[in-house]
């Protein structure tokens, strides 16, 4: 595969993370290396607590933000983790570009750029020759956002009720068109 840079947005809740999910297992299923990072939800009682990151090679998780955490930068409600970002986050995306076809980072958003290794990491993604896929937050305004945003070589696909079941796959011919 060559260099393809595809990045999902769209309201919160519209499924994202969820179309990320999909498009990774149809890679897998390919045989194709998937390595990066798939962010979550900590959800208690059916309110939502906090944010975790996964790494998608190791399935190490950590935990982006959550409500409970005093110290660091804060988002809204959300103390941030910077520990787990640069644990998990750094690491799973530092080690898909050296080991994996593609590299998925899910999500480039406000809690995520708190952490100057996690923008230095998906710095080297975006300069890095590997398939990239990967979520904005839609109202993210760090200058690495608005240079995806810019930029010729990223592709942005907004991700709607409508069609967020066929996403995955399209954005998978795209890949498979690539190589």
Known sequence: MDSCQIFLTG????????????????????????????????REAGTRVGFTLEDIASST????????????????KYGVNLTDISRVGVSAIVNALLNADVV???EIGPMELCSPAFVDSV????????????????????????????????????????????????VEEKLRGTH
């Open 11 to 42: 309201q919160p809740g519209v499924g994202k993370t969820t179309a990320v999910r999909k498009i990774c297992k149809l890679l897998k299923s390919r045989g194709n290396i998937v390595g990066g990072i798939i962010s979550g939800e900590v």
């Open 61 to 76: 998780v950590g935990v982006l933000a959550h409500v409970n955490i005093r110290q660091g930068p804060r988002i809204g």
């Open 104 to 106: 998925v980072i899910d």
């Open 123 to 170: 710095t080297s993604a975006l300069r890095s020759t590997k398939p990239l896929i990967g979520s904005i937050h839609r109202n993210a305004s760090n200058p690495i956002v608005s240079s995806i945003k810019a930029s010729q070589l990223c592709e942005i696909l907004e991700v709607t009720t409508t069609n967020r079941d066929q996403l995955p796959y399209v």
